[in-house]
């Protein structure tokens, strides 16, 4: 199966931007910025911050949690981290930076699922709570499937987390479509309010199925590695530094705009320099015309 088509593609995007309006959006940032609608009708920012290989001593400490607050102060409230980054050492940066303002950012952090007994859960969330210094999380996500079989005690155990106050809402990474079809026959597994997955220009298999399934079930994806991971070499692209070019913007603000031009995906790039931050927000205030999607998809075809 190819590539989904644009028309297909912003069509079935339309529908999802359709939910009803009632919502409560979680930054005044996230409110002026280009937002995403979670299932819960909950506006959040549709430009975020990764954390993968923060607080692990691959850039200065200093430089790393300087370049997180500079985000936040650019509208990328939305933090994502997972209690297997560093294993925690990203939390507890970020719990150190999101210090006095977590009013202000919507915190993601995910659980392994060599940790899926419900008990587990639990221990798992207490932790990453502890590390990140809140008594919250916006949103919960299982890590990714593994050998999991029965989707019921996840799904169950978030449900108690959520009417406890632990988790806002909850989630999934790494979920394929038999996977979302699994998880759509337990009881409140359609409460999943959005699936992570890799996504850029240099990575667009979900188009030929997961993508499509996710725009029909309404159901908004996060995408990681938007700027194409270590090694893809991206944003070295001479075709994407022409697009870029003509628009006066980095290479990196439009291949984070292009994940985000449909309106149902949030992009958590990672960084660990205030000039790249800066450099990736500025896929907040562009849009991309049809001559530069059709320039990336002869450039990056599906």
Not at 12 to 21: E, F, Q, Y
Not at 112 to 131: F, M, V, Y
Not at 143 to 158: C, G, K, M, N
């Amino acid at each position: 199966m190819g590539g989904i088509s644009r028309r297909y593609f912003c069509g079935l995007a339309v529908g999802l931007a359709s939910i009803p309006a009632d919502f409560s959006s979680n930054s005044a940032a996230a409110a002026s910025a280009r937002t995403v609608r979670l299932g819960d009708g909950t506006l959040v920012p549709a430009l975020g911050q990764g954390s993968w290989h923060l607080g692990q001593m691959r850039h200065p400490i200093e430089a790393e949690e300087e370049a997180v607050r500079v985000g936040i102060s650019l509208g990328l409230t939305l933090i994502d981290t997972a209690e297997a980054y560093g294993g925690g050492l990203a939390e507890e940066m970020i719990g150190r930076v999101i210090t006095g303002q977590r009013d202000h950012v919507f915190i993601v952090s995910k659980v392994l699922p060599s940790h899926a007994d419900p008990a587990e859960i639990r221990r798992a969330c207490e932790g990453s709570l502890g590390r990140l210094g809140t008594d919250h999380l916006d949103l919960y996500l299982l890590h990714w499937r593994d050998d999991i079989r029965d989707l019921s005690p996840v799904v169950s155990t978030f449900e108690e987390l959520k009417a406890a106050g632990r988790i806002r809402r909850w989630g999934v990474s790494n979920f394929r479509v038999g996977d979302m079809e699994d998880l759509l026959r337990v009881p409140a597994g359609d409460r999943c309010a959005i699936n992570q997955v890799e996504y850029s220009l240099a990575n667009r298999h979900i188009e030929r199925d997961l993508l499509p399934w996710c725009l029909q079930h309404k159901l908004p994806i996060m995408a990681y590695s938007p700027l194409g991971g270590d090694g893809s070499g991206l944003l070295r692209n001479a075709r994407l530094a022409n697009v870029a070019a003509t628009k006066g913007v980095p290479p990196s603000a439009v291949a984070l705009a292009w994940t985000m031009r449909s309106g149902i995906a949030v992009s958590i790039p990672e960084s660990g320099s205030v000039e790249h931050v800066k450099q990736n927000a500025a896929a907040l205030g562009l849009e991309l015309s049809e001559q530069d999607l059709e320039a990336l998809d002869r450039a990056f075809p599906a």
